[in-house]
């Protein structure tokens, strides 16, 4: 079976940092690309980051550049975000997705954090940054 299992959220105040995991199972990561949306209250899921395990090409939303870093431990299979200098408006319900880099389309479809062609979700991980 493949699993993505989310982990790391919690509460934090504003300015702090938190680092969230999403541990695959059931699958190598080699030729995927593996992402980080999330939904906040009343708002539609986002997308935040993306890698692609291939080649290691990463995707940040632009309100989070420069704040979170998405990573990869392949040995681990599981990916990590670090998010610094949290603000109120990044909580929200964290979620990782996982979608196979099959063609160079969907590769650039990943990259661009479409929802449709990521293939596996995990659940997901409350993030409360408090003012």
């Known amino acids: 079976d493949v699993q993505l299992q989310a982990s790391g959220g919690r509460l934090v105040e504003a300015g702090g940092s938190l680092r969230l995991s999403c541990a695959a199972s059931g699958f190598a990561l080699d030729y995927y690309a593996i992402a980080w949306f999330r939904q906040a209250p009343g708002k539609e899921r986002e997308g935040v980051s993306c890698i692609s395990i291939t080649d290691g090409t990463t995707e940040y939303a632009d309100s989070v550049r420069g704040r979170f870093t998405i990573s990869s431990d392949n040995a681990k299979n599981t990916i990590y975000l670090q998010m610094n200098n949290l603000k109120p408006e990044d909580t929200a319900v964290y979620y990782c997705?996982?979608?196979?880099?099959?063609?160079?389309?969907?590769?650039?479809?990943?990259?661009?954090?479409?929802?449709?062609?990521?293939?596996?979700w995990g659940q997901g991980t409350q993030v409360t940054v408090s003012s």
């Open positions: 997705a996982a979608g196979g880099m099959t063609a160079p389309n969907r590769s650039l479809q990943l990259l661009r954090l479409w929802q449709p062609v990521y293939d596996y």
